[in-house]
């Protein structure tokens, strides 16, 4: 049993070289997990700025709108106006799958637009040569829908992307063209373009059309993005269920699908952080409410469903639901006890995403490994504490800019679906999520957009048996001998979710923390060298 | 089923609308550029997308640790101005992670709002958050000019305006600039070098740094490149050899100027023609006999070149990249007499097509050659639906084209994601040009043998 010093003392050692005024600053988003008797979590100060020079995690605006929502979409043009990087670094770099339905089918996710502007475009504005492009757009492809991206500098020239949109969506009249304004200084983080997305879509493309899909009990999946398969998975489970998955927001999926996403008769939010805009959205317009789920996790999948099923009170959903579970668990439990006999008491730290920090402590705990540490990149303190913190966070500056629509009920379309006190009787939960820290042990580490420094000595001082963040991270994590795993991209495996997806997981990671490879970086001849010669010695 | 369905054979001119480019934006260059600095972290000054951008693709590209900071940009910075977050950034940089030197570079941001890098690390200086001995130097790289080309070509400008120092003295060393080319080309570069016994100074070079080896401990500045002490005793080196026009003639220039040392620049020594001119370069300047070895190893390439020319003979050759690399090929797959028809670079670059021209010496009459605003991979995806071709060159985007025309398919340029090979063994010189014939033969004799009738199906080629 390894022993680590404690937690307060680790978290003062994550700041020791800091300047001190970084070292204020961080100290509020380094923190210990410390329940009092209500369970009550401390504080966080999460989704604030990162410090200039301190290498952080996190990327811009323009990656959580593009990159993260839109970018799972098959049929829609997605244009990003700006200079060519922006739309380079985005192109087929997030593993988002998609099965167009035939040959002719649309699917642009394996193209790159832009309008790669120039310095005269700068000077003179690029509104003139954004039309141009959206019209040679529609020419050449005759697309359903082209989104518009604005970078960062579109906005300081002040092209009027929306105008624009707006004029070429009633010139065509047949391709619904809008816009979204995530250029990169927005915001502190990916999260202020998932708030813009969020917006764009519900202002401009959820309620286009109200004709439901056939089925019994339509749902919606909120939050989940099909990276390495995970909503093919999930599609699966939804249709052996007996299920019709409306829309999912957005693997997987079509502009067809938003158009009629406010149909179901349940949100099911996966991703909190990037899509509980929408789900209060479309709530308050065609009350259809949510809860949150996770599909992270063979107990948590199981828990999952069993929620939906019991919010339809439906006897025989209930029935197939439990027949699923049964089925599933059978291998997942097989496989699981195999795994931990070479897993278990292994050590996991997570810092990474929005939600994903959270939901893939439940896969670890499955196979028995514990998590010491964990912290997200760009949540909220909602997604750390729980939503039951909403009415006491401050907006800052920088959340100020993000716009908050103001949404009523449809006069015609409002349907209230189920009432929270309805929902109560029923037993499941009402715009919920306990958020992080409430899951996490006593005393552990909690740590908000961990930088590069932080990262390093976490580390050193825990020699952790894997770590999980992205592909910045990785290759330094592995120089010290240490697997990391990446949870953005899955390290182009996967897929995890579901009772499947877990499999996959717990194989995957046997696979990662039992390498031989590690115990081969030291050659031959330094394996003999004066530490554990010392060692020997010492002990005799 | 295609990848790339909505590509057709029939041509629609385009004028403001890039699809699938052939290159990508100028930060990205200068940081690859200022990785090839020892001991330095280079910072972005910008929104820190770019930042999270440019050291993903470059990791995914090398499998390596890519270190780089960012100014972290928000809508106030954005309004006001960036001066505080460059500041803070400087000694946030030099406290916790102790570089050599920060080589900053600008973006489309920070260039659009007009942010004065001299005066915001001059203010730097004066405040005292630069310690004593350490360097920052800076570079403009406005996204909206150019490629990442010109990034890399702009650092590398700024790595001698600003650590070069003129000198009355003239060493029995000369400067070697190797253009935007692999670590393992670097390496090997630096062993010719030596095999020739010519003393160099070779700026930038990330070999030992961007294929460092596991040890089992982390170092933030691995062993490799330059250090701020050979860059400043450029200025006394004798002579300057640039290799790549587009990449690297500018800072041979901005060498000649600052500190009066002659250059000349040559196209990089990729293929037999254009190592033939390196060696023969280095010869002369040198003042130095070709070792036999160097020539052994000029006969082991044309010894393959012979051997296996029926499977190059009149193959039609697509390929795309950056100028530099895109030339010395062309000369290279002209002396293979195979067929580079259709050659593509996004990045703008005015003496390219006479390059090639050069290049090619009349060996390709109908080829097709485009650079700048929409010169993109959709462009010449729609050439190969009108004719297509018998191979691919160029990076992993182009591997959703070779699986839907069913070409072979030779990686080489960047960003490559989905193979390693390129950071640790080189296609420049003599030992390059083998590997380049080796991953070609494999790549259009396995598919040969997928392909070939089964009583045709060969068991010798």
């Known amino acids: 049993m390894k022993t680590y010093p404690t937690t307060e003392a680790v978290r003062d050692e994550l700041v020791k070289s800091y300047p001190a005024k970084v070292a204020k600053k961080r100290l509020g988003q380094i923190v210990v997990n410390k329940k009092d008797e209500a369970g009550l979590v401390p504080e966080i100060k999460a989704n604030s700025r990162s410090i200039p020079g301190i290498i952080s995690q996190r990327g811009c605006c323009y990656a959580g709108c593009k990159g993260v929502v839109l970018g799972p979409t098959r049929d829609i043009i997605n244009l990003v106006h700006g200079p060519i990087g922006c739309s380079f670094y985005a192109w087929l770099t997030r593993r988002n799958q998609t099965r167009p339905e035939g040959s002719e089918s649309e699917n642009y996710m394996t193209y790159c637009f832009s309008t790669d502007i120039k310095d005269e475009n700068i000077v003179f504005g690029g509104e003139k040569k954004l039309r141009k492009a959206i019209q040679e757009a529609y020419d050449l492809f005759h697309p359903k829908a082209i989104g518009v991206f604005a970078t960062c500098p579109v906005g300081l020239i002040g092209d009027d992307i929306h105008t624009v949109a707006r004029e070429m969506k009633e010139k065509f009249g047949d391709c619904n063209v809008f816009g979204f304004s995530c250029e990169g200084y927005k915001g502190v983080s990916q999260s202020a373009g998932h708030h813009i997305a969020n917006n764009q879509l519900f202002k401009h493309v959820i309620g286009l059309n109200d004709q439901p899909p056939e089925g019994k009990f339509k749902v919606t999946l909120l939050g989940e993005y099909n990276i390495g398969g995970d909503s093919f998975i999930l599609e699966e489970i939804f249709e052996k269920c007996g299920m019709t998955l409306v829309a999912t927001l957005s693997g997987n999926s079509t502009i067809a699908q938003f158009e009629r996403a406010h149909t179901a008769d349940l949100n099911c939010v996966m991703c909190h952080r990037s899509i509980n805009y929408i789900a209060d959205m479309i709530e308050k317009k065609y009350g259809v409410p949510w809860f949150k789920v996770n599909f992270i996790g063979a107990k948590a999948t199981a828990k999952s469903l069993r929620k939906i099923a019991d919010y339809f009170e439906d006897a025989g959903l209930k029935e197939k639901v439990e027949k699923l579970i049964a089925e599933e668990m059978a291998e997942v439990e097989k496989v699981a006890a195999d795994v931990r006999t070479r897993c278990e008491g292994k050590t996991a730290m997570l810092f990474v995403g929005g939600s994903r920090a959270h939901h893939y402590q439940e896969l670890f705990a499955e196979i028995g490994m514990k998590t010491l540490a964990a912290g997200y990149e760009f949540a909220h303190r909602d997604d750390y504490e729980g939503r039951n913190v909403l009415p006491k966070i401050k907006v800052d500056a920088d959340s100020r800019n993000i716009e908050e629509l103001d949404v009523k009920a449809d006069p015609v379309k409002f349907r209230q679906r189920a009432t929270p006190e309805e929902m109560t009787s029923r037993g499941v939960p009402h715009r919920d999520y306990d958020g992080m820290m409430p899951e996490m042990e006593n005393n552990a580490l909690v740590v908000d957009d961990i930088s590069e420094h932080e990262t390093e000595e976490l580390l050193r001082i825990y020699k952790p048996d894997i770590f999980c963040a992205g592909i910045k991270e990785k290759y330094g994590i592995q120089k010290n001998g240490i697997p990391c795993k990446q949870l953005h991209n899955y390290d182009y495996g996967g897929p995890y979710a579901g009772f499947k997806g877990a499999i996959n997981f717990y194989l995957e990671i046997d696979r990662m923390v039992n390498a031989s490879v590690w115990k081969m970086i030291s050659p031959p001849w330094r394996k003999n060298d004066m530490p554990e010669l010392e060692a020997d010695y010492v002990k005799t | ?461």
């Open chain 2, 1 to 461: 089923m295609a990848l790339l369905r909505h590509t057709k054979a029939n041509m629609t001119e385009r004028e403001a609308l890039t699809i699938n480019p052939a290159k990508t934006c100028q930060p990205i260059g200068a940081m690859y550029a200022a990785l090839g600095i020892h001991g330095c972290l280079p910072h972005s000054h910008g929104s820190q997308g770019c930042c999270s951008y440019h050291r993903s693709t470059l990791t995914r590209h090398y499998k390596e640790p890519v270190m780089a900071s960012t100014s972290a940009f928000t809508e106030g910075s954005a309004v006001f101005g960036g001066q505080a977050n460059l500041l803070q950034a400087i000694e946030t940089i030099f406290t916790t992670y102790d570089p050599e030197i920060i080589a900053v570079h600008t973006t489309c941001l920070s260039e659009t709002i007009g942010d004065d890098l001299v005066q915001i690390i001059g203010k730097a200086k004066e405040e005292g958050k630069i310690p004593k001995g350490k360097r920052v130097i800076h570079a403009s790289t406005p996204s909206y000019v150019g490629s990442h080309v010109t990034g890399f070509s702009n650092m590398v400008k700024a790595m001698v305006k600003l650590l070069a120092e003129p000198s009355d003295i003239r060493l029995r060393k000369i400067n070697l600039i190797p253009g935007w080319v692999e670590p393992s080309d670097m390496r090997e570069i630096k062993r010719i070098l030596g095999v020739m016994k010519i003393d160099a100074t070779m700026f930038p070079d990330t070999s030992g740094i961007l294929d460092s080896p596991q040890s089992g401990k982390f170092e933030m500045f691995p062993e490799g490149g330059v250090t701020v002490a050979q860059m400043a005793k450029t200025g006394a080196n004798c002579y300057t050899l640039a290799l790549g026009p587009t990449t690297s003639l500018s800072a041979a220039q901005e060498l000649e100027s600052k500190c009066k040392i002659p250059s000349e620049t040559i196209e990089i020594p990729i293929g037999l023609g254009a190592t033939d001119t390196f060696v023969e370069t280095l010869r002369r300047i040198g003042m130095v006999e070709i070792p036999k070895t160097i020539e052994e190893e000029r006969g082991r390439l044309v010894d393959v070149m012979s051997d296996m020319h029926q499977y190059f003979y009149q193959k039609r050759v697509a390929l795309w990249g950056d100028p530099d690399q895109l030339v010395s090929l062309t000369g290279f797959l002209c002396d293979l007499d195979m067929k580079p028809v259709y050659i593509v670079t996004g990045t703008p670059d005015p003496t390219f097509e006479a390059r090639i021209a050069q290049a090619m010496k009349g060996r390709v009459p109908n080829a097709k050659v485009r650079q700048g605003p929409c010169s993109d991979m959709f462009l010449m995806h729609q050439w190969i639906k009108e004719e297509p071709v018998d191979l691919l060159i160029g990076n992993t985007y182009g591997k959703y084209i070779a699986r839907d025309e069913n070409t072979p398919f030779v990686r080489h340029g960047f960003p490559i994601l989905d193979r390693i090979g390129h950071s640790y063994f080189p296609s420049v010189g003599y030992v390059g040009g083998l590997r380049l014939l080796e991953k070609m033969l494999d790549a259009m004799l396995d598919n040969k043998d997928r392909t070939s009738l089964e009583e045709s199906f060969e068991l010798v080629l």
